[in-house]
């Protein structure tokens, strides 16, 4: 059984780096073509995909983001950690971390989520 | 940058057939991927690879592509079908994830 699991602060202050982790079970992101992502939604918005680590070690990020975040490389067997840099009350949101399960031929979906976890970006 | 584009919204009678469209660029080269969102919770992946069904998923949402248009079909509306519809795909070159901007249905 697969299960995901988001954790990190509920507020944080402008300009401050935002540091979230993803707690997973039931799979190993050793396992060829599994991933682990993360993708946020503002409330009352639209999903929005931030970043991606795969079995291989690849990274992907959005590149909007791409500048502020960060999956370090020390993530441990079952913990995935995301940074956000120079938070902002826009990226206020509920931060979801996935599972994904990658391949050349179909590119990447995501067949499991975490509950989510919100984000408030205030002074 | 490369966006999927959604009608905001699509209303529908209970037993009627709604279907819901996600129009992109590299939608012939990329599959697509449909996601349910209800009120209050994670979204659940509905259809992968254009067409697939996880496990658990009623046979009454189907998917459909045709040219740069990807389509999801529900047939026979339940009114728990009530919810935000995502779609779901990749840039041409298959870097990037993009979401579509959702897609509200209602059930009259």
């Known amino acids: 059984q697969i299960t995901l699991k988001e954790s990190g602060p509920t507020l944080v202050k402008p300009t401050q780096t935002l540091t979230l982790t993803c707690t997973f079970s039931g799979f190993s992101l050793s396992t060829s073509g599994v991933g682990v992502g993360w993708i946020r939604q503002p409330p009352g918005k639209a999903l929005e995909w931030l970043a991606l680590?795969?079995?291989?070690?690849?990274?992907r990020y959005s590149p909007s983001l791409k500048s502020r975040l960060t999956i370090p490389n020390d993530s441990s067997k079952n913990q995935v950690v995301l940074t956000m840099t120079n938070m902002d009350p826009v990226d206020t949101a509920t931060y979801y971390c996935v599972h994904n399960y990658y391949s050349s031929s179909w590119g990447d979906y995501f067949d499991y989520w975490g509950q989510g976890t919100l984000v408030t970006v205030s002074s | 940058s490369y966006e999927l584009t959604q009608p905001p919204s699509v209303s529908v009678s209970p037993g009627q057939t709604a279907r819901i469209t996600c129009s992109g660029d590299?939608?012939?080269?990329?599959?697509g991927h449909w996601y349910q969102q209800k009120p209050g919770q994670a979204p659940v992946l509905l259809l992968y690879?254009?067409?697939e069904r996880p496990s658990g998923i009623p046979e009454r949402f189907s998917g459909s592509t045709s040219g740069t248009t990807v389509t999801l079909t529900i047939s026979g509306v339940q009114a728990e079908d009530e919810a935000d519809y995502y779609c779901q795909s990749a840039d041409s070159s298959g870097t990037y994830v993009v979401f579509g901007g959702g897609t509200k249905l209602t059930v009259l």
């Open positions: 680590i795969y079995w291989n070690d690849g990274k």
């Open positions: 690879k254009d067409s």
């Open positions: 590299a939608l012939p080269k990329q599959y």
